[in-house]
């Protein structure tokens, strides 16, 4: 056990020390903006997770390389950690706010903007802003975004950009270390794609895509008339599909129906698995429906949207056929690419949170199933549910040929063995049943802990289904005053075994339990 402790720990220290790069980098924002009362706090918050990290990476520079037991500790010890470490800033600028040091000029904050960031000088919440930044779920504990100083507004962005592509991706491709050891932590995050042979080159060509289409989001929203500012802030959390906002409504907030519809190809964008978007950036356009993923995706982005647009429109949910169209069809996409950007607020009409009840479980299931895996979402994603439909319908349809026949479960033009397709129907059965059950786990605790009456079970579904698939839409449950701190901390949970796909994190609560001498 020595050994793996050894091999955590260095690989550890590594994630740690692309997160200091990462806050020292934000401290060019701070100083844009003139926000200097922030600049000790930020360098506190990169200071602290940076010098971990380079004195475990030092300690155990001589460790072995991780094995797949090993990576999978490694990402779930990791994101833990960048969730834990991150909400240093969150924490630090609300108390150099509230102290007022003469020296730092803080300002002077009145009214909703004083709550908004007085909330994460208490740790849990300032924790669990972090969590869901990093997992890409948006939910949040501000009351006010807008009332955010800019150096937080930015820090919630881009921990949700990083995020998206995953902390180990980024340690990869910052700190590039060659080997079977890099290639056993990308796959331990919840991938499994490659580009190239070579994993350092995997990670840096997603991360160049993924740039390219950043810049591309910006343009296209500044250009659908989204001040400058917000457009950089929502163009990087839609495309990392995290839904984080800087504004009090999310996107409801520019009441433009230009806007909404501009976000939809950005969230579309990051449902769609990273090797599709090289293949199609490099000429083969042929992948947008030759891929099985991404032929589900478009199909069930238009039946969903379809489906949803006729309960909200059939149930007097909204006067016009168009503003239930629009409406419906943002939510469901927002729902299933687990962006979680939210337009249907009480200021548009009717809030999300007291949609009739087919309409919001149709949306709940756009959480649970998500998009693409290699993507930026989370959820179940596709590839599992069609492998567990062609399974199902591949066991039936076996009954009906005789023993000596040889049939093969062809999937994604990939054509299986049986003892292939066992193995991928057994690994995706797995992880549904996992969600499932984690689903009704959160979902117990949820309406244990909450005001009897006040929320519907929809409600309940629907919030549990939005934190554990990373999405980040809202039935009015999440808050710093309004969900309870045992709600919290089950939230913090479902966020991290979401993001990595619960398979990681069961292995080190085994792994811990059983070096205590309780399992």
């Not at 220290?13 to 003139?34: D, K, P, Y």
């Not at 009214?111 to 869901?132: I, Y």
């Not at 999300?352 to 949306?363: C, D, H, N, S």
């Not at 319908?393 to 033009?413: C, G, H, M, T, W």
């Amino acid at each position: 056990m020595r050994g793996a402790t050894a091999t955590i720990s260095r690989d550890l220290g590594r994630i740690l020390e692309a997160l200091g790069v990462v806050v020292f980098a934000s401290i060019l924002v701070t100083l844009v903006w003139r926000e200097f009362y922030a600049v000790p706090a930020m360098v506190i918050s990169g200071a602290i997770p940076l010098g971990i990290g380079i004195a475990l990476r030092r300690r155990f520079s001589d460790a072995a390389q991780p094995g797949k037991l090993h990576g999978m500790m490694v990402a779930a010890t990791g994101w833990a950690a960048v969730g834990v470490f991150g909400s240093l800033p969150f924490i630090l600028i609300a108390w150099t706010i509230a102290v007022d040091p003469a020296a730092l000029s803080a300002p002077d904050l009145t009214g909703r903007a004083a709550s908004t960031v007085a909330a994460f000088q208490h740790p849990l919440n300032a924790l669990f802003e972090s969590m869901s930044g990093f997992t890409g779920t948006g939910l949040t504990m501000t009351d006010n975004e807008e009332a955010l100083p800019r150096t937080l507004q930015w820090w919630r962005t881009i921990i949700e950009w990083v995020g998206g592509v995953g902390v180990i991706v980024l340690t990869t491709a910052i700190l590039a270390r060659p080997g079977s050891g890099s290639l056993t932590l990308y796959e331990s995050e919840a991938r499994s794609e490659k580009i190239h042979p070579s994993i350092v080159s995997t990670v840096r060509t997603i991360w160049w895509i993924f740039i390219l289409f950043t810049f591309t989001s910006i343009l296209v929203l500044w250009l659908a008339g989204m001040p400058i500012w917000g457009a950089i802030n929502h163009g990087m959390t839609g495309l990392a599909t995290g839904g984080f906002s800087i504004t009090d409504n999310s996107i409801a907030t520019y009441d433009s129906a230009l806007i909404d519809f501009a976000l939809l190809p950005v969230m579309i964008l990051g449902s769609i698995a990273f090797p599709i978007h090289y293949l199609i950036l490099s000429g083969d356009l042929e992948n947008f429906y030759t891929d099985l993923q991404t032929r589900w995706m478009f199909g069930f982005f238009g039946v969903g949207s379809a489906l949803l647009t006729g309960v909200v429109y059939l149930r007097g949910t909204y006067d016009s056929l168009f503003a239930a169209f629009r409406y419906g069809l943002f939510q469901f996409v927002s729902a299933m690419s687990c962006t979680g950007f939210q337009t249907a607020v009480d200021s548009t009409n009717i809030a999300l949170g007291r949609w009739p009840m087919g309409a919001q479980l149709t949306v709940t299931f756009g959480m649970v199933v998500g998009a693409a895996a290699g993507s930026t979402v989370g959820g179940i994603k596709l590839i599992r549910l069609a492998t567990l439909l062609k399974g199902i319908r591949f066991r039936i349809i076996d009954v009906f040929y005789p023993e000596s026949a040889v049939r093969r479960l062809k999937i994604n033009n990939r054509r299986l063995t049986e003892t292939e397709a066992s193995q991928e129907f057994e690994e995706a059965a797995i992880i549904a049943l996992l969600w499932l059950l984690f689903l009704i786990v959160g979902a117990t605790v949820l309406m244990a802990v909450l005001p009897a009456g006040e929320y519907t079970l929809e409600n309940i579904l629907f919030e549990v289904a939005s934190a554990q698939g990373n999405v980040g839409l809202s039935a009015g449950i999440t808050g710093p005053g309004s969900l309870p701190t045992l709600g919290k901390v089950m939230f913090l949970f479902n966020m991290w075994i979401g993001r990595l796909e619960i398979i990681p994190v069961v292995v080190l609560l085994r792994g811990v339990l059983k070096r205590g001498g309780m399992y």
